[in-house]
């Protein structure tokens, strides 16, 4: 009989204990604890399991899931004696910055101080707890007073919020006598956010300071893993005094900084990367499998025009879940996947782009190839003036394919030329009902 498919469903432990339609990806957890890597980043397109993954990693590992081993007994993960020994054995600090899309910098902040008391309150029962002294305690009621504080006057020093996970991590530590496992979902969609409303570099250095306290200078930590679309970075000018032989001068120079910039113990996964490549994301065979069982095994050929087409690392044929998701509940061929967000950065930095932007977006709409270099590292404060980053930020973002890569030599070595397609038939679907509205008077105007 086939299996109920549910629609949004990010909860591992409700996906199980429904018995919904889900495909088995535990070998995620296998694979990301016997790397050893401390603290890693994976980036995939939107929509595409992160947020039920790391569902899964928190009722694997949080001892709040001991004795709950009924919720893997199924999967290829509980075939392995080990594994079966390390689920639900470890103090676990679960969050997500999903929901932070504020316009400015102070709500942002606000913003990210209720996702931390949300995680200092479900660890209030160390309140009852000998292991915490008095002001420790009060750590716990000053995050709850604030983000329960609705006056738009209220503050809270930088340094305690730095501070606050690296101290709860300190708390679960000493109570557990072990040290804690930390998921941050989806941690750059402030970044993205501060991007559009211009309140970058002060969000960036609030984060990395926030990141350096929890991930780098934490001695209670065991693992840690981050998930977004992708690894911000951004350019700042920097002005510097030169002495010349008039006395004074000014000259400016450009760095590149990343909020990770102080992690050298971060592993980060992009998605060229091998590792964890058919973790996120359907298979063919997943696909076609769950076609067999929901009967119409017949719409292979057209799901795979439709929805397939994703590259991670050197797999290949990664099909997108959310379309697929949606297709097996309603059995019709629509853009799901393109209609769950406006798309409206893409749309933006295209329609605002250099004639050679549109004329890239042109030859891919033909079902043609462009050649272009990538850096992985995207900067989003050079989205504005370089073509460069605009088909990085697409390629993190899913809207572009990997055919073929080469390595650039010279000034260029942290680049790759890559050559890229539309990903799949939805994409173009997308692109035409966005772009091609504007395209064409673009193209008369220009003469282009």
């Known amino acids: 009989m086939a299996r109920t498919v549910s629609i949004g469903t990010q909860d591992f432990e409700k996906m ?26 994976i980036t995939r397109p939107r929509r595409f399991g992160k947020t039920l993954n790391m569902s899964m990693l928190n009722c694997f590992f949080s001892n709040k899931y001991a004795d709950r081993g009924e919720l893997f007994e199924k999967l290829e993960i509980w075939k392995d004696g080990k594994y079966r020994e390390i689920q639900g054995t470890y103090p676990v600090i679960f969050l997500s910055f999903a929901s932070i899309k504020s316009n400015n910098f ?39 007073r604030y983000a329960n504080n609705i006056s738009v006057d209220k503050e809270i020093a930088n340094e305690t919020v730095y501070r606050a996970l690296n101290n709860l991590s300190l708390f679960l530590s000493r109570y557990y006598g072990k040290k804690v496992i930390i998921l941050l979902d989806e941690y750059d969609t402030p970044m993205q956010e501060a991007y559009v409303n211009g309140y970058w570099e002060e969000l960036v250095a609030f984060t990395r300071s926030l990141f350096n306290s929890t991930f780098k200078t934490n001695p209670y930590l065991e693992r840690a893993i981050m998930t977004g679309i992708t690894t911000a970075e951004y350019s700042a000018v920097r002005k510097f005094a030169k002495q010349t032989s008039n006395g004074s001068a000014k000259a400016e120079t450009m760095s590149k900084e990343s909020i990770f910039s102080d992690l050298n113990n971060l592993k980060v996964i992009t998605v060229t990367n091998e590792e964890y490549s058919k973790f996120f994301g359907f298979t063919e065979k997943e696909v076609f499998d769950a076609l067999d ?23 290949k044929d990664i099909y997108n879940p959310w379309s697929i998701i949606n297709f097996l509940d309603e059995k019709n061929y629509k853009t799901y996947w393109a209609d769950s967000s406006s798309n409206g950065l893409i749309n933006s930095l295209v329609k605002t782009g250099s004639s050679y932007i549109k004329m890239m977006m042109e030859t891919l709409l033909k079902g043609e190839t462009i050649d272009v270099p990538i850096d992985e590292q995207i900067v989003f404060s050079q989205l504005d003036y370089s073509e460069d980053a605009v088909w990085s930020l697409m390629l993190a973002s899913g809207y572009l394919k990997v055919i073929s890569s080469d390595k650039l030599t010279g000034d260029r070595t942290k680049s790759v030329m890559y050559k890229l397609a539309l990903t799949n038939f939805e994409i173009k679907l997308m692109f035409e009902d966005m772009i091609l509205r504007w395209f064409s008077p673009a193209k008369n105007e220009t003469n282009e």
């Open 16 to 41: 199980i204990q429904r018995n919904c339609f889900y495909v088995d990806k535990t070998g995620f957890i296998k694979e990301w604890w016997e790397s050893e890597d401390e603290v890693t980043l």
């Open 106 to 144: 102070t709500d942002t902040k606000n913003d990210i101080v209720a996702v931390i008391n949300s995680a200092f309150r479900s660890h209030s029962y160390l309140l009852d707890s000998d292991v915490l002294s008095d002001a420790e305690k009060e750590i716990f009621e000053s995050f709850d």
């Open 293 to 315: 069982e929901q009967g119409i095994s017949g719409e292979k050929e057209k799901v795979k025009l439709w929805y397939d087409g994703f590259t991670f690392g050197k797999s």
